[in-house]
T-cell receptor
Framework: QKEVEQNSGPLSVPEGAIASLNCTYS??????FFWYRQYSGKSPELIMS????GDKEDGRFTAQLNKASQYVSLLIRDSQPSDSATYLC?????????????FGGGTRLMVKP | SAVISQKPSRDICQRGTSLTIQCQVD?????MFWYRQQPGQSLTLIAT?????????ESGFVIDKFPISRPNLTFSTLTVSNMSPEDSSIYLC???????????FGSGTRLTVV
């Protein structure tokens, strides 16, 4: 079992729709959870972080965390073609040298005009 | 958040040679991380670099192949040694400049080994 799992996609949604991206993780000791967006040929860009159960909203983005189910999701409302990218779920856990990020494989989102 | 300057942005190298990648941060940070992103894949942590101590490598990565320097709290280098085509990847440095509240990435180095 991978430590952080995501559906690779592509997830295709029409412009204006809600895109729902999901992520599961295996380590119950994980404390912090992040969503990164990565455009092709670019480095990852942090868009959301969440630390406690429930929802966290920031503009068109909502992150949801359920630690009991070891599940993190990202909702993108009013999806735009510019949201087309790969979305990486990352989990922070204690490693050999302190806290480190473990990434899922990423979900490619395509928003069609 | 911290601003990271990473260079080179890309390089094409001959097999058997070595390439050193540099990351400069605009503020002092305790931990710097080096990741590899193979084509079409996600990010895999190579090692964690702390100033004043040897880097800690993840399973599957060894110091002889990926030596790391961390001479101060704002700078680190990663060397990819004795390169083969399998080393063709994007290499990224990252810092945890906000503790558990976020990690910032450099712009990446796209390495092609021929």
């Amino acid at each position: 079992q991978k430590e952080v799992e995501q559906n690779s996609g592509p997830l295709s949604v029409p412009e204006g729709a809600i895109a729902s991206l999901n992520c599961t993780y295996s380590d119950r000791g994980s404390q912090s959870f992040f969503w990164y967006r990565q455009y092709s040929g670019k480095s990852p860009e942090l868009i959301m972080s969440i630390y406690s159960n429930g929802d966290k909203e920031d503009g068109r983005f909502t992150a949801q965390l359920n630690k009991a189910s070891q599940y993190v999701s990202l909702l993108i409302r009013d999806s735009q073609p510019s949201d087309s990218a790969t979305y990486l779920c990352a989990v922070n856990k204690a490693g050999n040298a302190g806290n480190m990020l473990t990434f899922g494989g990423g979900t490619r989102l395509m928003v069609k005009p | 958040s911290a601003v990271i300057s990473q260079k080179p942005s890309r390089d094409i190298c001959q097999r058997g040679t070595s390439l050193t990648i540099q990351c400069q941060v605009d503020s002092q940070v305790t931990m710097m991380f080096w990741y590899r992103q193979q084509p079409g894949q996600s990010l895999t942590l190579i090692a964690t670099a702390n100033q004043g101590s040897e880097a800690t490598y993840e399973s599957g990565f060894v110091i002889d192949k990926f030596p790391i320097s961390r001479p101060n709290l704002t700078f680190s280098t990663l060397t990819v040694s004795n390169m083969s085509p399998e080393d063709s990847s994007i290499y990224l440095c990252s810092v945890s400049d906000r503790g558990n509240y976020g990690y910032t990435f450099g712009s990446g180095t796209r390495l092609t080994v021929v």
